[in-house]
């Protein structure tokens, strides 16, 4: 029987297998309704702007994504858990121009839900890191 810490990383790892093939909609159903994002210097982005932010990406020319999600500390308490990650993500545009890759750390805040880890609350502090991939 896998434990909790094994179920909060499959949610990760099944967010960033579909983030980098633009299944949209399997990374809604790993959400609560009520989720939450903050990133620096941009408004508090719910889960319907990140959906319509998520499809208009993916459709037409969308950029190739690819990431790495290094889990440091996963904490559960109930129905209620915490993790903290250093996140590496690399964006090409599509017309073959240059990557830009973003790192730093995220805080995410997961609800277990009819018995499955969801994503409530996720603040990341990603930064450039340079040009080039």
């Known amino acids: 029987m896998q434990s909790d810490e094994d179920r909060i990383r499959d949610v990760v790892s099944t967010w960033m297998q579909a983030t980098k093939t633009h299944d949209v909609q399997a990374i809604l159903q790993l959400m609560t309704d009520d989720a939450v994002f903050l990133v620096p210097g941009k408004p508090v982005m719910r889960k319907a702007d990140f959906a319509a932010a998520a499809r208009a990406q993916a459709s ?3 950029p190739e994504f690819d990431g ?3 889990i440091q500390e996963i904490q559960v308490s109930g129905d209620w ?3 903290w990650s250093k996140l590496t993500v690399v964006s090409k545009p599509p017309d073959g ?3 830009v890759t973003r790192s ?3 805080l995410t805040v997961f ?3 009819a018995g499955r880890w969801l994503l409530a609350r996720d603040a990341n502090l990603l930064a450039p890191v340079g040009e080039g991939g």
Do not use: I, P, W, Y
């Open 97 to 99: 121009g240059k990557s």
């Open 104 to 106: 730093g750390h995220t």
């Open 68 to 70: 790495r999600s290094d």
């Open 60 to 62: 037409g020319k969308a």
């Open 81 to 83: 858990a915490f993790m």
């Open 111 to 113: 609800r277990r839900e």
